[in-house]
């Protein structure tokens, strides 16, 4: 069935609203009519069977007929932190972590970022259309958010019960191992580093805070390689 992304459901969750590129999506491109069911997201985690009552000029009224949970989201909340690509590939990135089941995005600045952001938010928005239109795509109810972009030295290892620090210069701890010694988790940061890789004062910094360095494998991966890479293993091995 159709998903779309509803932001407007009434406070008693029987009906709700679809204006902009969903409703014209509905009414122009997909032709649908009253009385056509589809599924509502709202980025909660939960999804709406729903049938339109409704097709106006700019909006799609419908009736919403359950609630229910979605299979699709992993229980183990991974939010990645991305250290920013040049041009182009955090869309790429966005689109295939949101797809292996990423629960949030944080840009990150460090040190060997040769993209500078220019402080407006258009990029950002971009980049959550991106999430939520790989949301949809994917039949995941819970849309990843792409926060504002950070600092690396602000992560905050106590907000997560791990922080997996892929590092090109591990030999020896694979992702497999760290999530094998780390028992049961809710939640985990994955941080991936830029084209150029980490400082090794960065490195020092990021272990001496608790993060755990490990080796996705064999072989350098390119950044926009590496955290899909990651993503992969941890639901692989967490069977998310
Ligand atoms: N410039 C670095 C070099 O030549 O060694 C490579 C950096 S790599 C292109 C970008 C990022 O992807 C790294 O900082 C790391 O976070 C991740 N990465 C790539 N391959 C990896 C691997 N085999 N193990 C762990 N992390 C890896």
Redesign the pocket.
Known sequence: MRRFFAQNINASGDKAVLTCDEARHIKNVLRMKPGDEVLLIDGSGAEFRSVISSVTGDSVELDIIEKGACEADPNVLVTLFQCLPKQGKMEVIIQKCVELGVYAVVPTVSDRCVVKLDGKDSKLQRWNKVSVEAAKQCGRANVPEVKAPAKLSSLDPSEFDIVLF???N?GDRTLKQALKAAGDLRSAAVV???????TPSEAEELIEKGAVS????K?????ET?GMAALAQIMYELEQ
């Open positions: 892929a590092y090109e591990e991936i580093g830029p084209e150029g890789g980490f490990v080796s996705l494998g072989r350098i991966l390119r950044t590496a």
